[in-house]
């Protein structure tokens, strides 16, 4: 059981270049998110999806767009990288809504680097 | 709003030795708690949670009770391990998102 996938695993982009960063679950979970991780600043929610259909904006949604392609996949783009957003992006999934009581599943993160 | 607290780190310890990290929060409502787990290179693990209040949770050996008087989630162990060296994550289920602490280092050496 994979669980929750991300790729890729490492990315180096320049200031200005655009990415997409891919996550699946095989869980069937309804809810998917993404966050970043910085030094000393825990874990900061980007955006989520609640189901598929549906994404809301997180804490820190300015420079970042995402789509809940279909239930399994939820894909988050850089259009314009900037230093400011150089981070290890971790994707994860829940069985229900963002408020309940479940338990989140993480992928391995995307260590990503803009020079 | 609400948010989570946790002692900085590093933690450093001897195989052996007795854990306690602490966590508190502020919480409107009656929010769950969760400790989560990073071994290096990898995600977050869920190592136990809460539901409410004087809820144990437990795994692995470690601990966790509910304060809701003290508005508290401090983790134990007993008799911490090498293996146990990662980073820990304190967390609550907020009114519209899960918020994290942001994480105290363990490091156990032999």
């Known amino acids: 059981n994979a669980g929750v996938t991300q790729t890729p695993k490492f990315q180096v982009l320049k200031t200005g270049q655009s990415m997409t960063l891919q996550c699946a679950q095989d869980?069937?979970?309804?809810?998917m998110y993404w966050y970043r991780q910085d030094p000393g600043m825990g874990l900061r929610l980007i955006y989520y999806?609640?189901?598929?259909?549906?994404?809301d904006k997180g804490e820190v949604p300015n420079g970042y767009n995402v789509s809940r392609l279909n239930k399994r996949e939820f894909s988050l783009r850089l259009e314009s990288a900037a230093p400011s957003q150089t981070s290890v992006y971790f994707c994860?999934?829940?069985?229900?809504?963002?408020?309940?009581?479940?338990?989140?599943?993480f992928g391995d993160g995307t260590r990503l680097s803009i020079l | 709003g609400d948010s989570v607290t946790q002692m900085e780190g590093p933690v450093t310890l001897s195989e052996e030795a007795f854990l306690t990290i602490n966590c508190t929060y502020t919480a409107t409502g009656y929010p769950s708690l969760f400790w989560y787990v990073q071994y290096p290179g990898e995600g977050l693990q869920l190592l136990l949670k809460?539901?409410?209040?004087?809820d144990k949770g437990s795994n692995k050996g470690f601990e966790a009770t509910y304060r809701k008087e003290t508005t508290s989630f401090h983790l134990e162990k007993g008799s911490v391990q090498v293996s146990d060296s990662a980073v820990y994550f304190c967390?609550?289920?907020?009114?519209?998102?899960?918020?994290f602490g942001t994480g105290t280092r363990l490091q156990v050496f032999p």
């Open positions: 809460a539901t409410k209040a004087d």
């Open positions: 999806s609640a189901s598929e259909g549906t994404t």
């Open positions: 994860a999934s829940s069985g229900e809504a963002p408020h309940s009581n479940q338990p989140q599943h």
């Open positions: 967390a609550l289920s907020g009114t519209d998102k899960l918020i």
């Open positions: 869980m069937n979970h309804n809810s």
